[in-house]
């Protein structure tokens, strides 16, 4: 059974950093994605990166978030930069192990203004 656990979430202020990182067991994966879901809202997609290290973002993270990953050790990353009220959410990483993706528990991420 793969596991998947995030960390790094917390509280920060609008404009600050926060680095989440993900940690999956079992073999090495091929994508791995950002998903996060705010209170009251439908989860969305953020970021993803495959195995040759190409990435896609949402629009509205483009440059400020960066996802990266450390194939070696089966972990994401997620760089998190110029922090706005609305980036607050719970923050999921899933990882593609085929047949099917796997995701974690989600870690608190909350920006106050």
């Known amino acids: 059974q793969v596991q998947v656990v995030e960390s790094g979430g917390g509280l920060v202020q609008a404009g600050g950093s926060l680095r989440l990182s993900c940690a999956a067991s079992g073999s090495s994966f091929s994508i791995s994605m950002w998903h996060r879901q705010a209170p009251g809202k439908q989860r969305d997609w953020v970021a993803t990166?495959?195995?040759?290290?190409?990435?896609n973002y949402l629009d509205s993270v483009k440059d400020r978030f960066t996802i990266s990953r450390d194939n070696a050790n089966n972990k994401v990353y997620l760089q998190m930069n110029s922090l706005k009220p609305e980036d607050t959410a719970v923050y999921y990483c899933g990882v593609y192990q085929p047949p099917r993706y796997y995701w974690g528990q989600g870690t608190q991420v909350t920006v106050s203004s």
């Open positions: 990166i495959t195995s040759g290290g190409s990435t």
